[in-house]
């Protein structure tokens, strides 16, 4: 009886999710609700994990319950610890949650709402929460090893240094990127300014409440730091009407990027505990709230779906970002549906807190699906707004016309109706001087997220408390991600500069420590500044990249993770994890040769470089932008050389194993059976 | 009732893990100490040294 029970409510939730999927594809020209991309995710989910996940589980890792993980064999109660399966799920997902599914998916939402959906559900389902999942398992039966370890052991020397030098790479423009977010969020207002500067002195006095005052009490010092930033809001608010404190808090793109620029550095040196560790925790409670409070609010509100399924600029003409939705639209989206990042976290503190191996199931690919749902409600946020509002918000100044009134003039003719008093009436209600040409995403998701929570309760009358607390939201959680970056690019530099000279390798050696600290924070604070006095908006170039970076990363994950396939079966099950390589490979390729050669020179680097030289305009920031084209061209084609390396190495030993020339080494630590009593997990 | 309860039970031991509170009272547990200021500090450098060498997620 319960055997027929499971498989009615299964059928039923195939039905839904083919139902929901269905009216998503064919509904055209009406609005749709929102409940309709809700259900198609989570009924897709849900069936991705009960059986894809499982048969992945079951068949090809042949998890076993009574074999010790490194959490039982080595636990010394600190970071080798057998952990419950729902805290470790929340752990991973506080750790794999970042700014990439909200950001990504809004920029992407240019393209129309469906093909963005459709990509985070089909690409987490196949690729991303299998890519997190075979990763945590290598991890888990190798002690906790970290990629850049497998990939040395298991594929080889070359792979091992490419993983370390992609890593390297990978963070400086992930942080040039989202630093530019934050510039471009907070980019003349006050208000957003005043909230996220008070963020620091909140941060260093709940470090100095921890450290001397109640010691140990982060849920405490958690709670009265959020009530400090909440009051900040408040506190900006009256900062945006002081006719004194207004312009001192009214900075331009490239203050604030001089601003984050300084403000990294001191944070990457300064002393964890005073600033990062307390922002750290005040950011991870508030992500989750905030993640909880938006399901909850697209829940109750369910919002109609202002964007088409698919906008005009499929055809490549996008002004947030130029290219067509292949490849584009797979590299905009990654972290909402495979993110090369995770599977460092992934082989990080993950697999030494797993206490069963089974519980790797909903660890690695639950909470891969969940962040993809955050990535959906993004989505959600995003195409709620009216076009015409998302496109002025999201439009840079050089595609839409520097003027409001040619800007507002641009995007009707697109067929999305705005006028300058629509986007002034929202402003006023935001509490914002001007919100055309805020581009990089957060500020439209930040006003997607405030029509939903304001309309819940309270109404236009809160728009701008709401607005504020998701720009707060977003700007608190980028800048610890900025300095925690910023710290292991350090780490990481000094580690690759000590074999050269030994000193440099000393994390304890102050002028090693400068040194190092100063080298990434001007390596992305280069980029950053770059993409604020890009004309086309930064994101354009920059968003890209970054999306080709993880994208690549999340290659060299699934290589790792064939080659331990290949090792365990052989070609049995090559598919799980060569079907996914094979579309990044394709996709990431394709946008990187376009970045580089393509002739449209909103697209293609070196053409947008050729353009300006013909321009015959021959000043400093001309031949600054004809620089800076050419160095992107050169970082792209660099990240392509590395993961061809990767993958043309891991394709020589899949094909030694499988001909039988090379052995087929299993680096997995021994058996040893667990006697870990379900009480202590 | 009994499930909302352990909901919220689950929930607070979330919490207290990603707030590094729960690892302090393993670390007291596995080195019979008890909690004073000064300890508190030595593990939280530890811990704090060992938790940022890793990279944040984008």
């Given at each position: 009886?319960?055997?027929?029970?499971?498989?009615?409510?299964?059928?039923?939730?195939?039905?839904?999710?083919?139902?929901?999927?269905?009216?998503?594809?064919?509904?055209?020209?009406?609005?749709?609700?929102?409940?309709?991309?809700?259900?198609?995710?989570?009924?897709?989910?849900?069936?991705?994990?009960?059986?894809?996940?499982?048969?992945?589980?079951?068949?090809?890792?042949?998890?076993?319950?009574?074999?010790?993980?490194?959490?039982?064999?080595?636990?010394?109660?600190?970071?080798?610890?057998?952990t419950?399966?729902?805290?470790?799920?929340?752990?991973?997902?506080?750790?794999?949650?970042?700014?990439?599914?909200?950001?990504?998916?809004?920029?992407?939402?240019?393209?129309?709402?469906?093909?963005?959906?459709?990509?985070i559900?089909?690409?987490?389902?196949?690729?991303?929460?299998?890519?997190?999942?075979?990763?945590?398992?290598?991890?888990?039966?190798?002690?906790?090893?970290?990629?850049?370890?497998?990939?040395?052991?298991?594929?080889?020397?070359?792979g091992?240094?490419?993983?370390?030098?992609?890593?390297?790479?990978?963070?400086?423009?992930?942080?040039?990127?989202?630093?530019?977010?934050?510039?471009?969020?907070l980019?003349?207002?006050?208000?957003?300014?005043?909230?996220?500067?008070?963020?620091?002195?909140?941060?260093?006095?709940?470090?100095?409440?921890?450290?001397?005052?109640?010691?140990?009490?982060?849920?405490?010092?958690?709670?009265?730091?959020?009530?400090?930033?909440?009051?900040?809001i408040?506190?900006?608010?009256?900062?945006?009407?002081?006719?004194?404190?207004?312009?001192?808090?009214?900075?331009?793109?490239?203050?604030?990027?001089?601003?984050?620029?300084?403000?990294?550095?001191?944070?990457?040196?300064?002393?964890?505990?005073?600033?990062?560790?307390?922002?750290?925790?005040?950011?991870?409670?508030?992500?989750?709230?905030?993640?909880?409070?938006l399901?909850?609010?697209?829940?109750?509100?369910?919002?109609?779906?202002?964007?088409?399924?698919?906008?005009?600029?499929?055809?490549?003409?996008?002004?947030?970002?130029?290219?067509?939705?292949?490849?584009?639209?797979?590299?905009?989206?990654?972290?909402?549906?495979?993110?090369?990042?995770?599977?460092?976290?992934?082989?990080?503190?993950?697999?030494?807190?797993?206490?069963?191996?089974?519980?790797?199931?909903?660890?690695?690919?639950?909470?891969?699906?969940?962040?993809?749902?955050?990535?959906?409600?993004?989505?959600?946020?995003?195409?709620?707004?009216?076009?015409?509002?998302?496109?002025?918000?999201?439009?840079?100044?050089?595609?839409?016309?520097?003027?409001?009134e040619?800007?507002?003039?641009?995007?009707?003719?697109?067929?999305?109706?705005?006028?300058?008093?629509?986007?002034?009436?929202?402003a006023?209600?935001?509490?914002?001087?001007?919100?055309?040409?805020?581009?990089g995403?957060?500020?439209?998701?930040?006003?997607?997220?405030?029509?939903?929570?304001?309309?819940?309760g309270?109404?236009?009358?809160?728009?701008?408390?709401?607005?504020?607390?998701?720009?707060?939201?977003?700007?608190l959680?980028?800048?610890?991600?900025?300095?925690?970056?910023?710290?292991?690019?350090?780490?990481?530099?000094q580690?690759?500069?000590?074999?050269?000279?030994?000193?440099?390798?000393?994390?304890?050696?102050?002028?090693?420590?400068?040194l190092?600290?100063?080298?990434?924070?001007?390596?992305?604070?280069?980029?950053?500044?770059?993409?604020?006095?890009?004309?086309?908006?930064?994101?354009?170039?920059?968003?890209p990249?970054?999306?080709?970076?993880?994208?690549l990363?999340?290659?060299?994950?699934?290589?790792l993770?064939?080659?331990?396939?290949?090792?365990?079966?052989?070609?049995?099950?090559?598919?799980?994890?060569?079907?996914?390589?094979?579309?990044?490979?394709?996709?990431?390729?394709?946008?990187?040769?376009?970045?580089?050669?393509s002739?449209?020179?909103?697209?293609?680097?070196?053409?947008?470089?050729?353009?300006?030289?013909?321009?015959?305009?021959?000043?400093?920031?001309?031949?600054?932008?004809?620089?800076?084209?050419?160095?992107?061209?050169?970082?792209?084609?660099?990240?392509?050389?590395?993961?061809?390396?990767?993958?043309?190495?891991?394709?020589?030993?899949?094909?030694?194993?499988?001909?039988?020339?090379?052995?087929?080494?299993?680096t997995?630590?021994?058996?040893?059976?667990?006697r870990?009593?379900p009480?202590?997990? | 009732?009994?499930?909302?309860?352990k909901?919220?039970?689950?929930?607070?031991?979330?919490l207290?893990?990603?707030?590094?509170?729960n690892?302090?009272r393993?670390?007291?547990?596995?080195?019979?100490?008890?909690?004073?200021?000064?300890?508190?500090?030595?593990?939280?450098?530890?811990?704090?040294?060992?938790?940022?060498?890793?990279?944040?997620?984008?």
């Open positions: 009886m319960k055997r027929i029970l499971g498989h009615t409510l299964w059928a039923a939730v195939s039905v839904a999710a083919a139902f929901a999927l269905g009216s998503l594809a064919l509904n055209r020209g009406e609005p749709i609700n929102s409940l309709w991309l809700v259900v198609a995710a989570v009924c897709t989910y849900l069936i991705g994990f009960r059986f894809y996940a499982k048969f992945i589980a079951a068949k090809v890792m042949v998890l076993d319950n009574d074999r010790a993980t490194p959490a039982e064999r080595l636990r010394n109660g600190h970071d080798f610890e057998p419950n399966k729902w805290i470790l799920f929340g752990h991973h997902f506080a750790a794999i949650a970042g700014p990439g599914p909200l950001v990504g998916p809004v920029l992407a939402a240019q393209f129309g709402y469906l093909p963005g959906t459709l990509w559900i089909i690409g987490a389902v196949l690729g991303g929460c299998v890519q997190d999942f075979i990763i945590l398992f290598c991890s888990m039966r190798r002690d906790g090893k970290s990629l850049g370890q497998m990939a040395r052991e298991e594929i080889g020397k070359v091992g240094i490419t993983a370390l030098l992609t890593v390297l790479a990978i963070i400086i423009i992930l942080l040039a990127v989202i630093a530019l977010v934050v510039v471009n969020a980019k003349g207002s006050p208000w957003g300014t005043f909230t996220i500067a008070a963020t620091m002195p909140i941060a260093v006095f709940m470090g100095l409440y921890l450290r001397y005052w109640r010691p140990g009490k982060v849920l405490e010092v958690s709670l009265i730091g959020f009530a400090l930033v909440v009051l900040s408040f506190g900006g608010q009256a900062v945006s009407q002081s006719a004194t404190l207004a312009p001192i808090f009214t900075l331009s793109g490239v203050a604030l990027a001089l601003s984050v620029i300084i403000y990294g550095f001191f944070a990457s040196a300064l002393p964890v505990w005073l600033l990062l560790a307390p922002r750290d925790y005040l950011s991870t409670f508030v992500k989750l709230g905030v993640v909880f409070m399901a909850v609010g697209i829940v109750l509100v369910r919002p109609q779906l202002e964007l088409p399924a698919f906008s005009r600029f499929t055809d490549g003409t996008g002004p947030i970002f130029a290219g067509k939705i292949f490849p584009f639209c797979f590299i905009t989206i990654a972290c909402g549906a495979i993110s090369g990042f995770h599977s460092l976290i992934s082989s990080g503190t993950t697999p030494k807190m797993i206490g069963k191996e089974w519980h790797a199931w909903p660890v690695g690919y639950g909470s891969m699906a969940l962040e993809s749902f955050v990535a959906i409600m993004a989505m959600i946020a995003a195409c709620a707004l009216q076009p015409g509002v998302y496109f002025a918000v999201n439009s840079p100044a050089g595609v839409v016309g520097a003027t409001h040619a800007a507002v003039s641009t995007i009707t003719a697109w067929g999305f109706p705005v006028t300058v008093q629509d986007m002034t009436t929202l006023a209600d935001v509490g914002e001087h001007d919100l055309f040409h805020r581009t995403g957060a500020p439209s998701l930040a006003l997607g997220m405030a029509h939903i929570f304001a309309r819940t309270g109404g236009r009358a809160i728009l701008g408390f709401w607005y504020h607390f998701a720009i707060m939201f977003e700007a959680f980028i800048l610890t991600i900025i300095d925690a970056g910023t710290r292991v690019g350090r780490f990481m530099l580690d690759l500069l000590g074999h050269v000279w030994k000193p440099l390798g000393r994390t304890s050696w102050i002028p090693g420590v400068i190092t600290s100063a080298a990434i924070v001007l390596a992305w604070g280069y980029f950053l500044y770059q993409g604020v006095v890009d004309p086309l908006g930064g994101i354009n170039s920059l968003w990249l970054f999306g080709i970076a993880n994208q990363l999340a290659a060299v994950a699934l290589c993770a064939t080659t331990v396939l290949v090792k365990m079966h052989g070609a049995r099950y090559m598919w799980i994890t060569c079907t996914p390589l094979a579309w990044l490979v394709t996709v990431t390729f394709t946008a990187g040769y376009q970045k580089i050669f002739p449209v020179p909103r697209v293609g680097f070196l053409a947008q470089a050729a353009e300006l030289s013909a321009s015959g305009v021959a000043d400093a920031a001309t031949r600054a932008l004809i620089f800076n084209a050419r160095l992107d061209a050169v970082v792209c084609a660099v990240f392509l050389v590395l993961v061809a390396t990767i993958l043309v190495d891991s394709i020589r030993v899949w094909a030694g194993i499988l001909r039988g020339t090379r052995e087929a080494r299993i997995e630590t021994p058996f040893v059976l667990s870990l009593r009480e202590e997990i | 009732m009994r499930l909302i309860r909901a919220a039970r689950l929930l607070v031991a979330l207290r893990e990603l707030g590094d509170e690892a302090y393993r670390h007291l547990a596995a080195h019979h100490r008890t909690h004073s200021r000064e300890e508190w500090q030595k593990f939280s450098q530890e811990r704090l040294r060992w938790k940022f060498v890793h990279p944040k997620c984008c």
